[in-house]
């Protein structure tokens, strides 16, 4: 994907649209959602554009995963461990993922029931 066919978080991490930065680095980037279901509730990406985990491939764990050691820095940073934190990645219309790019949403600041609603 380049230029106008970005997809939103492509253009929020880079930077054409702009989001409220929690961490960056050349793997990974942070934002808080825009419509927080939290205290905290940060948006964690791989840079690299992924439709959605159904688009994964083995080639691709490595971005899986770097993201995923991130969240678990950015949880600390933000003092969500010791407590505790949930991470949610939404698939397709039934788990009611609206955007097409891989991404985890790091919850935390309150409890969550379980089953998830
Ligand atoms: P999904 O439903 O695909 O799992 O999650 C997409 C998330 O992105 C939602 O929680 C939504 O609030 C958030 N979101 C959508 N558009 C924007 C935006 O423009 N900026 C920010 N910061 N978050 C957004
Ligand atoms: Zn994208």
């Avoid at 106008?4 to 980037?29: Q, T, W």
């Avoid at 690299?48 to 678990?72: C, F, Q, W």
């Amino acid at each position: 994907m380049a230029g106008n066919d970005r997809c939103l978080f492509c253009r929020i991490a880079h930077g054409e649209i702009p989001s409220k930065k929690v961490y960056e680095d050349s793997d990974v980037f942070a934002f808080y959602d825009i419509n927080p279901q939290a205290p905290t509730h940060v948006i964690v990406i791989p840079r690299k554009h992924i439709s959605s985990l159904d688009d994964l491939s083995d080639g691709e764990a490595n971005v899986v995963g770097i993201t995923l050691v991130r969240l678990a820095q950015i949880a600390r940073d933000l003092h969500l461990s010791s407590d505790g934190y949930r991470v949610v990645a939404n698939h397709g219309e039934a788990a009611g993922q609206t955007v097409f790019h891989i991404h985890f949403h790091l919850l935390g600041g309150r409890n969550f029931g379980w089953p998830p609603g």
